[in-house]
């Protein structure tokens, strides 16, 4: 199985300021299509969890454009430029390039 | 609206078994593949399966956990996903969540239920 690692695990920060979420794989995510197959999903306070980001890099439909994906193989990041008080909650990594479809540990943001 | 609703949720017994749906609508699921994530109390994300939409030969995955004990299953007609969890145990305790992706071309967990509980104890 393909472990997902995240980094950091708890993450306080001040609203306005910047924050930023790595994720790394066992295993390259890159598919030969030439898509990185890592996804991003948040899952805020007593909700189901929502995409932000797919393919590494391509923000979902209705996602702040504040939130920003990158990195390709085995290295990936999310970054927020200015966290706001509606993004609390914990972040997940998930890789979907083979089954089982495998998850970070989640980080949990909060406002300092 | 393009969303999914999960119910069956409940309280059993160790060895019975337990049946969840999950209602798409907005969205026909034959076009899908039909997945079923479950996340534990304070514990994080599980990937449970899923099953192809019939319009990519309706073929189920498992993850090693339930593989043999849970079943995915369709009714496309209407859009409907089935989990039939059997042989519970209690480590089954979690809140499923139903969701979807796109076989044709990948784009993410797009749209999640409000998901079910399901409660293994004696």
């Known amino acids: 199985d393909i472990v997902m690692t995240q980094s950091p695990l708890s993450l306080p920060v001040t609203p306005g300021e910047p924050a930023s979420i790595t994720c790394r794989s066992s295993q390259s995510l890159l598919n030969s299509n030439g898509y990185n197959y890592l996804d991003w999903y948040l899952q805020k306070p007593g909700q189901s969890p929502q995409l932000l980001i797919y393919?590494?890099?391509n923000r979902a439909s209705g996602v702040p454009d504040r939130f920003s994906g990158s990195g390709s193989g085995t290295d990936f990041t999310l970054k927020i430029s200015r966290v706001e008080a509606e993004d609390v909650g914990i972040y997940y990594c998930?890789?979907?390039?083979?089954?089982?479809?495998?998850f970070g540990q989640g980080t949990k943001l909060d406002l300092k | 609206e393009v969303q999914v609703v999960e119910s069956g949720g409940n309280l059993v017994q160790p060895g019975r078994s337990l049946r969840l749906s999950c209602t798409a609508s907005g969205f026909t699921s034959a076009g899908y593949a039909m997945t079923w994530f479950r996340q534990a109390p304070g514990k994080g994300l599980e990937w449970v399966g899923f099953i192809r939409g019939t319009s990519y030969g309706g073929t189920p995955e498992y993850a090693a956990s339930v593989r043999g004990r849970f079943t995915i299953s369709s009714d496309d007609s209407n859009s409907i996903a089935y989990l039939q969890m059997d042989s519970l145990k209690t480590e089954d305790t979690a809140v499923y969540y139903c969701?979807?992706?796109?076989?044709?071309?990948?784009?993410?967990?797009?749209?999640w239920g409000q998901g079910t509980t399901v409660t293994v104890s004696s």
């Open positions: 393919l590494g890099s």
């Open positions: 969701t979807r992706w796109s076989p044709y071309f990948y784009n993410g967990m797009d749209v």
């Open positions: 998930m890789q979907a390039l083979k089954i089982p479809y495998t």
